[in-house]
């Protein structure tokens, strides 16, 4: 059997599927159109699928936190209070170590400290932001 036939049962094979056993199989007739129930809560319900997500987020009683310019501000500084905090803690934890990469032969000066400082900074992503926070925060208030 060549493709066009088999091409064309799969499509009288869908038709038959689609609109039923009542409906006819030449192809000169165009399908029905589905019909659509309708009930009562039809009418509050949305068309589309798309209506529905934005129904659905529409009726979320939490909205999403605003922050103010200060409020992001301060978190910014307790963040940068926290970044310079562990970076002394480590260099003093590390300074044995930082004295041994200083004295190795391969240090190359500016660029060396400047990889050395990035990775060292890497540590801070470890912590929560809460823990971030707190450490700053307390940090800002002591140096006030």
């Not at 088999?6 to 159109?33: H, L, Y």
């Not at 307790?78 to 562990?86: D, H, I, K, P, S």
């Not at 970076?87 to 044995?96: H, R």
């Amino acid at each position: 059997m060549d493709d066009s036939k088999k091409r064309g049962k799969r499509r009288n094979k869908r038709k038959f599927r689609i609109n039923g056993p009542s409906a006819s199989s030449s192809d000169s007739e165009e399908p029905a159109p589905p019909q659509s129930v309708k009930t009562k809560a039809g009418a509050d319900s949305p068309d589309s699928p798309h209506q529905a997500f934005q129904h659905q987020h529409d009726d979320e009683s939490s909205p999403e936190p605003v922050l103010s310019q200060h409020t992001v501000a301060v978190e910014r500084n307790a963040e940068e209070a926290f970044e310079r905090f562990y970076l002394k803690q480590a260099t003093t934890e590390f300074a044995d170590d930082l004295d041994k990469l200083r004295s190795a032969g391969d240090f190359r000066g500016e660029k060396s400290v400047g990889i050395i400082v990035e990775a060292l900074k890497q540590g801070v992503a470890c912590f929560a932001k809460e823990e971030r926070m707190r450490v700053g925060g307390a940090a800002l208030s002591q140096v006030r």
